[in-house]
């Protein structure tokens, strides 16, 4: 829409200039002359709002809001006032259309970037299943199920990293998805960031953790072909019972941290706390020495440390658990800090609650809004992050976003409640659907 409307200066004088005024590539502009190049009003109509001005002298006015400035404006009629509120209306929610299918991960200034994947894989979620079972099984130690040493596995744990052939695969979906989730490498669909999960773990890594004292021990692991009785005897006293795992000083059980339990600092754990062996990072990877397991997690999630965060794990830590010292951060939180999504996705499928909160009432996805991560409040929501949880402050997320003026993730928030009311008031399909965002827009 393009035409005439007279515009208030912000001046102390308040004056009012008309201008011809138009909306492009989500913009509103306005020209002085003919040949004058146009003049910016709003940047984004994605981060604005706008609304009648009943109350101002002058009749049929609207006000243009966004997070840096507002800008008032008159029409010359009612007619003309309803027709401009509707069309900015309508750029806003044009605008949502156009959002991009798919939004990069940016990589933390202090932070390498994490291992990059193909683009080929198009915008409908994931890669085709012949690339996701080559890649897996192409990883060292993956060419062989876990357990039993099957050939040519077409099943993985997503969670644990690892894969499995089929008569194993049954054995873990028995535990339930607290102990290990069950996919198939060929038959279902696979988002890139569990296939980047699946690569940055493996075999190999697992069993360092989870196997480390079979030998010691002089236990036998079950053949191919064994029975499933010896199948799951093995798969429950490995992962169930962990009787494999390096044990704690003294052969005492390990422990269960309290979510709510005071925190340790790093280098200043309790008596009796060691740092858990076993994974393939280098010796100056492992973290400080004597970690609870519950900090050693919160300190390899912090330093994008996924071999360790399995070897914590496996050892007991809670993926919940909180630093009563730190504000109440979470092993999450500091993932989000790192911006890592892997780090996040790893917590998340193996049981970490995607909207527990710090001591200031900021959850994960109020802290990737503020710190703008992008791919990470794109997975939050996708996880079922809480988009309306408000911090502290009595701000949710898309207040904070709008306060940052950060376009995208405004859109992604905006379409999330759009989304919400929707399904509130029994309609289906979804944001993404409706406004032809394809699953790759979610495929962070």
């Known amino acids: 829409m393009e035409g005439y409307l007279y515009k208030r200066a912000s001046n102390a004088f308040r004056t009012w200039s008309r201008r011809w005024f138009s909306i492009q590539s989500n913009q509103l502009v306005y020209l002085k002359r003919a040949r004058d190049p146009p003049t910016v009003v709003v940047e984004d109509l994605r981060l604005c709002t706008v609304k009648p001005c009943p109350d101002l002298e002058r009749r049929f006015c609207f006000e243009v809001v966004s997070p ?215 010796p100056e990877a492992e973290g400080p020495p004597n970690l609870h397991p519950g900090a050693l997690l919160y300190w390899a999630a912090q330093h994008r440390r996924l071999p360790t965060m399995a070897d914590a794990l496996a050892h007991g830590a809670d993926p919940g658990w909180v630093n009563a010292a730190e504000d109440n951060r979470t092993p999450l939180l500091q993932a989000v800090a790192a911006n890592s999504l892997l780090a996040c996705e790893f917590l998340l499928q193996n049981g970490a609650s995607v909207n527990q909160s710090d001591s200031r009432g900021r959850g994960p996805l109020h802290h990737a809004t503020v710190l703008g991560h992008t791919g990470l409040a794109c997975l939050f929501l996708k996880r079922g992050a809480d988009v309306n949880a408000v911090d502290a402050e009595g701000k949710d997320p898309l207040t904070i976003a709008i306060e940052l003026a950060n376009a995208d993730i405004v859109t992604l928030l905006r379409l999330a409640k759009m989304r919400e009311l929707e399904a509130a008031q029994g309609q289906t399909g979804g944001f993404g659907g409706a406004l032809g965002v394809g699953e790759g827009f979610w495929g962070v």
């Open 68 to 282: 840096s400035k507002s800008c008032v404006l008159q029409a010359d009629s009612a007619g003309q006032q309803r027709a401009w509120l509707s069309a900015v209306q309508s750029s806003i929610a044009s605008a949502f259309k156009r959002v991009p299918k798919h939004y990069p991960t940016p990589a933390s200034p202090q932070q390498p970037p994490e291992r990059s994947w193909s683009g080929s894989w198009g915008v409908r979620g994931g890669p085709p299943e012949s690339q996701v079972l080559e890649t897996v099984l192409g990883l060292e130690g993956n060419g062989s199920c876990c357990d039993c040493r099957e050939p040519a596995p077409a099943w993985a744990s997503v969670n644990l990293g690892i894969t499995l052939c089929i008569e194993c695969s049954g054995i873990h979906r028995s535990l339930g998805v607290h102990f290990s989730k069950v996919r198939s490498l060929t038959l279902d669909s696979w988002e890139p960031e569990l296939v980047k999960l699946m690569c940055e773990l493996g075999n190999s890594t697992l069993n360092r953790i989870y196997e480390a004292r079979v030998e010691e021990m002089g236990v036998k692991r079950p053949p191919p072909g064994c029975s499933r009785a010896q199948r799951e005897d093995w798969i429950r006293a490995k992962y169930v019972e962990k009787k494999f795992v390096t044990q704690l000083p003294g052969g005492g059980p390990r422990p269960r941290p309290s979510r709510a339990g005071p925190a340790s600092r790093p280098g200043s754990a309790p008596r009796g706390c060691h740092t858990p062996g076993g994974g393939r990072d280098p």
